[in-house]
């Protein structure tokens, strides 16, 4: 299946900080690529769509000005969680449709998140 | 309310036995189906992805999907201790939807 990758795998910041987390597929390119958020036991929740060349699309409750996305190129998404607080502390996954006949997505290995 | 359930287990079952997963889903609309799977502490890895009615088979696995009862299930042949973890199930309207997963142990 495509590749897709993130970094860092995991950080640990200050409450207060933005940390910016990157999304790169490896071996196609992504016009379109996700954002979700995991919390402990519970399922993955779409925090936005990120698009290449376009201003971010955020779901419902999510607050852009506090998730920065940036899609630059057709290889690399960033997610900047800016000002992060505990709650922030969670598990993010981007994922990229591999494209062709089939709208299948590959997901990052993710990101752990702990705000301290 | 688009919504995708699954029962979130534990499923336990024997080492080579059948496991059983089962997965509704509310939107009519809904036109691809994905079964995940997640260790815990890592990100989702595709198992299999179903369009059409019927049932879908790659290796252990099987992918039932049956549009008219909105049900899509995931049967795994031959279980192993490895096969534990947690299977999402996913379905593609215009977004892609996440049940809250099954937790699947296989005991030796």
């Known amino acids: 299946g495509a590749v897709v990758s993130q970094h860092p795998s995991r950080v640990i910041c200050k409450s207060g900080t933005s940390v910016k987390i990157e999304c790169r597929s490896l071996d196609f390119q992504a016009t379109t690529m996700f954002w979700y958020r995991q919390f402990p036991k519970q399922s993955l929740m779409l925090m936005a769509t990120?698009?290449?060349?376009?201003?971010?699309?955020?779901e419902q409750g999510v607050e852009k000005d506090k998730f920065l996305i940036n899609h630059a190129s057709l290889t690399l998404s960033t997610l900047t969680v800016t000002s992060a607080h505990p709650e922030d502390s969670s598990f993010y996954i981007c994922s990229a449709p591999s494209g062709g006949d089939t709208d299948t997505q590959y997901f990052g290995p993710g990101t752990r998140l702990t705000v301290l | 309310q688009k919504e995708v359930e699954q029962n979130s287990g534990p499923l336990s079952v024997p080492e080579g036995a059948i496991a059983s997963l089962n997965c509704t889903y509310s939107?009519?609309?809904?036109?691809?189906f994905f079964w995940y799977r997640q260790y815990s502490g890592k990100s989702p890895e595709l198992i299999m992805f179903i369009y059409s009615n019927g049932d879908k088979e790659d290796g252990r696995f099987t992918a039932q999907l049956n549009k008219a009862s909105q049900y899509v299930s995931l049967l795994i042949r031959d279980s192993q201790p490895s096969d534990s973890a947690t299977y999402l199930c996913?379905?593609?309207?215009?977004?892609?939807?996440f049940g809250t997963g099954t937790r699947l142990q296989v005991f030796p």
């Open positions: 996913a379905v593609n309207t215009d977004k892609l939807i």
């Open positions: 990120s698009n290449e060349g376009s201003k971010a699309t955020y």
């Open positions: 939107d009519r609309g809904s036109q691809s």
